[in-house]
């Protein structure tokens, strides 16, 4: 089955500090990847998304590229900010479909 | 254009008793999603409704149930509550015009406490 699994947390850095949060994937196919983050008290919110092979999601400093060598989709960011800690869950849809299998999540807590 | 909407936001109900949850996606998506949080499982697949069908399934008990309306607006019904369906519900819509990579925009969800 489909399933993925990524870093444990939290993860804590300050201010500044450069961010990887690892993710990999098991799947069939060609599936789509994401990355969502969770602030306290709210939903999902996409920060980057990957459809094929050596594509590069990016937004609001945030990359990652997918790697279908490595069946990896690792999160980065070159400098992290006291806002941007919240919790970050990396997914994927299988080839076809849109519903979302999600990894565990990862914490992060920047300080300044 | 507005974002998904969740009623209501929090909930408190006693073991055995049934519940219902809604959902109204963005104007225009046709596509939802559930899916139940929780600090143990994490994020897990509930269903996926499509023009008012069920087109996916996860891997949850019969007392989980959904269904979807003419304007795309859908409910989750959980019957015979337990305590372990304490968790926090989110809903999702997309456009599904082709299913594949389609991001899905998750609502704020509802919190369901079981007592």
């Known amino acids: 089955g489909n399933s993925v699994t990524q870093m444990e947390g939290p993860v804590t850095l300050s201010e500044e500090a450069f961010l990887t949060i690892n993710c990999t994937y098991t799947a069939t196919g060609y599936p789509s990847l994401f990355w969502y983050v969770q602030y306290p008290g709210e939903g999902l919110q996409l920060l980057l998304k990957?459809?094929?092979?050596?594509d590069k999601g990016s937004n609001k400093g945030f990359e990652a590229t997918y790697r279908k060598e490595t069946t990896s989709f690792h999160l980065e960011k070159g400098s992290v900010q006291v806002s941007d800690s919240a919790v970050y869950f990396c997914a994927l849809s299988p080839s076809g479909y849109s519903t979302l299998t999600f990894g565990k999540g990862t914490m992060l807590l920047v300080s300044p | 254009k507005a974002g998904v909407t969740q009623t209501p936001r929090y909930l408190i109900k006693t073991r055995g008793q049934q519940v219902t949850l809604s959902c109204s996606p963005i104007s225009g998506h046709r596509s939802v999603s559930w899916y139940q949080q929780t600090p143990g499982q994490g994020l897990q697949f509930l269903f996926e409704?499509?023009?008012?069908?069920?087109?996916n399934k996860g891997n949850f008990p019969g007392r989980f149930s959904g269904r979807q309306f003419s304007n795309s607006r859908s409910e989750m019904n959980v019957s015979t509550l337990e305590l372990g369906d304490s968790a926090l519900y989110l809903c999702a819509s997309s456009l599904a015009t082709s299913g594949e990579g389609e991001t899905q925009y998750f609502g704020p969800g509802t919190r369901l406490l079981v007592l």
């Open positions: 409704y499509f023009s008012e069908t069920q087109r």
């Open positions: 990957a459809t094929k092979a050596d």
